[in-house]
């Protein structure tokens, strides 16, 4: 069929009568069968008496030829989708008005429209919702290409032949909906049902562009996946505000077997402002096949809520082609750490000058030694007993006359103990003061692997050290503080941490180590023009 049966209507609504007029003549048309009813009319099965065909004949309902200006658009419009020879805009045979009513004459399709498969199936897999969406994206793009804006793309109007691996999908009602289609509407349902994937600037002044399309489109990506609409709202105005004002629901957050890459397109598609939208439908949907293609199914991305789960920790790469700064903080020497004396070689002759600091008895004394540059051991010589490895030191054998303070410019060669360790160095913004402290690595094109995020608040140091623990060798950085190409923030404004592996600068090496390092880790470049949706694509 080419529409699912919908409610009945009740009489006299939309100017129809309650029952079917299957079985009466409608100017050259024969009425055979009700395919469909709803708010924008009704569908039928006819046969046109003078071409010899079939077709499927819509009938509007009555109000619209009486609306003012709406007959003149409809005819304009009509004409424009005749035109269209786009394969999944099913084609215009004819149009009109009849008895005031206003008709199409379309090819008649076989087959169940999303709604239906919705309904009797819930969510569609991820593949499926994405062939869909590209052969919808299809129409669109020609329809603004020849300066028509659908208006109305929801599930309803979404046309579905063939079996499941071999779909073809057809958008209808084109030449049909209309700006002031909300004035029209009469009941509560069909408002609703409209108004669900409708872009936030329909309920403005703003000029309405292909870009309304493109967000209609990606609510019925986002429905398709989840099998439910966007936004959940009892009331008109509650779901108008939605629109306007809501952040685009993640699919993840629904859905968690999706990969996250939908959440940032589905984002896009429904910007609030049309300027931040897609330029195309087809440009949505390829978004939405790459989405797919990419699997990008991070533990905790950072669009997407973090599951938080332990990994098995995996070989450890070392990066060979990029060295974060600062130098060295993948294995940072603790604060307070000294440096392990190393033993003299047996054939060399240190000669200490020690200087022995006394302090009060209550707390003990402080002693510290100065090696001096080999081949001056005609000067002084260890006292008995002294060796480089003690923790103390005996004092010098020196005549009291000789005693004088330590030199206070040794060589560069001269190792020197200070008597009290050097003082923190100040932890830099962001830092979680953990063992290994935060990177800040150059936006030079690097690509990193990224093995998890943590993005709640309060607890973002357990998360970081869960990942660092059970990823040897990995970093941490905030987003914020970073390179552009990383998504700078959650989409509740929090900051977000990511824990990683540098890998090099080609996609050979960044997809090795992804491989290595299992189905959650993902790659991102360092730099300043990439996308911060953008993953790395790893066959």
Same mark, same amino acid.
């Given at each position: ?16 009568? *309650? ?8 100017? &050259? ?18 046969? *046109? ?63 169940? *429209? ?64 209309? *700006? ?314 929090? &900051? ?42 790893? &066959?």
């Amino acid at each position: 069929m080419l529409w699912r049966r919908r409610r009945r209507c009740a009489k006299g609504e939309y100017g129809m009568v *309650d029952r079917s007029r299957a079985g009466e003549r409608f100017g &050259p048309y024969q009425l055979q069968a009700l395919i469909a009813r709803g708010g924008m009319g009704e569908v039928y099965r006819a046969y *046109d008496t003078i071409k010899g065909r079939t077709v499927a004949l819509k009938l509007l309902p009555g109000e619209f030829a009486k609306n003012p200006g709406y007959p003149a658009r409809f005819r304009r419009e009509a004409h424009a989708a005749a035109r269209l020879q786009e394969p999944h805009v099913i084609p215009i045979h004819d149009w009109g008005e009849i008895d005031g009513l206003l008709y199409i004459d379309m090819r008649l399709v076989e087959g169940s *429209d999303l709604r239906t498969l919705l309904t009797r199936g819930g969510p569609l897999p991820p593949a499926r919702a994405v062939r869909i969406v590209l052969q919808i994206g299809a129409a669109l793009d020609a329809a603004h290409a020849a300066g028509l804006v659908h208006r109305d793309v929801k599930p309803e109007n979404i046309l579905i032949t063939g079996d499941q691996d071999n779909e073809f999908a057809y958008l209808v009602d084109f030449g049909i909906a209309s *700006d002031a289609l909300a004035t029209q509407l009469t009941t509560a349902g069909s408002i609703i049902g409209t108004y669900a994937y409708m872009a936030p600037e329909r309920f403005d002044d703003a000029p309405v562009t292909g870009k309304s399309d493109i967000y209609s489109l990606a609510c019925v990506l986002y429905e398709s996946l989840t099998g439910a609409k966007p936004y959940q709202a009892s009331t008109i105005s509650g779901l108008i505000k939605a629109h306007l004002t809501s952040p685009a629901p993640r699919v993840s957050t629904t859905m968690r077997t999706i990969p996250v890459g939908f959440d940032a397109v589905i984002a896009r598609g429904m910007a609030k402002d049309p300027a931040d939208r897609y330029a195309s439908a087809g440009q949505f949907a390829s978004a939405a096949q790459s989405a797919l293609t990419h699997h990008d199914r991070r533990t905790a991305g950072t669009i997407a809520e973090t599951t938080l789960r332990p990994a098995t920790a995996p070989p450890i790469i070392e990066p060979t082609t990029f060295d974060p700064a600062p130098p060295n903080r993948e294995h940072a020497v603790p604060q307070h750490a000294w440096p392990p004396h190393q033993p003299k070689p047996p054939h060399l002759v240190p000669i200490l000058l020690t200087l022995l600091i006394v302090g009060l008895l209550a707390v003990g004394g402080v002693v510290a030694w100065l090696a001096v540059n080999q081949g001056t051991s005609s000067e002084a010589s260890p006292a008995p007993g002294a060796s480089t490895t003690t923790a103390a030191l005996a004092a010098p054998a020196l005549p009291p006359v000789e005693s004088r303070p330590a030199p206070t410019a040794p060589s560069a060669e001269t190792p020197v103990a200070a008597p009290t360790p050097p003082s923190p160095v100040a932890a830099r913004p962001g830092d979680l003061g953990l063992s290994i402290p935060i990177a800040q690595p150059r936006c030079d094109g690097t690509g990193i692997v990224v093995v998890g995020s943590a993005i709640t608040p309060g607890q973002y140091a357990e998360d970081v050290q869960r990942f660092l623990v059970a990823h040897p060798g990995s970093s941490y950085l905030r987003t914020d503080q970073a390179c552009p190409s990383l998504r700078q923030a959650t989409d509740e404004g929090n &900051p977000i941490y990511a824990v990683y592996k540098a890998a090099g600068k080609s996609t050979e090496a960044v997809c090795t180590l992804v491989r290595t390092l299992g189905e959650d880790a993902y790659g991102k470049w360092l730099d300043l023009n990439t996308d911060p949706t953008f993953i790395i694509p790893c &066959p």
